[in-house]
């Protein structure tokens, strides 16, 4: 599977924003998908991940409640909504697909698959 991460761009906080990514190949709905998200001089860091299924979802404590992942299996995309944006939030943001859910929490887990990242920036 290949993956093309879109929907980044400048907001002020407060703002919200939808992150696409899109999955070549018809193996797509078999993988469980994840965004991260890596911060200017730190690492990358585990944001949110979703199910085959779109069954079950899991988020990191620093987004839940103000992120939402999704998919449309139809179309091939996975999306993070992200809503009440903080400067905290700027970053690069990359999404992975992974037979398995471990594969996104365990330090060092190889996916099977990056998208290339979307840069967004909260500035006011």
């Known amino acids: 599977v290949q993956l093309q991460a879109s929907g980044g761009g400048l907001v002020q906080p407060g703002d919200s924003l939808r992150l696409s990514c899109a999955a070549s190949?018809?193996?797509?709905?078999?993988?469980?998908m994840g965004w991260f998200r890596q911060a200017p001089g730190k690492e990358r860091e585990f944001v949110a991940h979703?199910?085959?299924?779109?069954?079950?979802?899991y988020y990191a404590e620093s987004v839940k409640g103000r992120f939402t992942i999704s998919r449309d299996n139809a179309k091939n995309t996975v999306y993070l909504q992200m809503n009440s944006l903080t400067p905290e939030d700027t970053a690069v943001y990359y999404c992975?697909?992974?037979?398995?859910?471990?594969?996104?929490?365990?330090?060092?887990?190889?996916?099977?698959?990056w998208g290339q990242g979307t840069l967004v920036t909260v500035s006011s």
């Open positions: 979703i199910t085959s299924s779109g069954t079950n979802t």
């Open positions: 992975a697909a992974a037979e398995s859910v471990t594969t996104f929490h365990v330090r060092g887990g190889k996916p099977s698959a």
């Open positions: 190949g018809r193996t797509f709905r078999y993988y469980n």
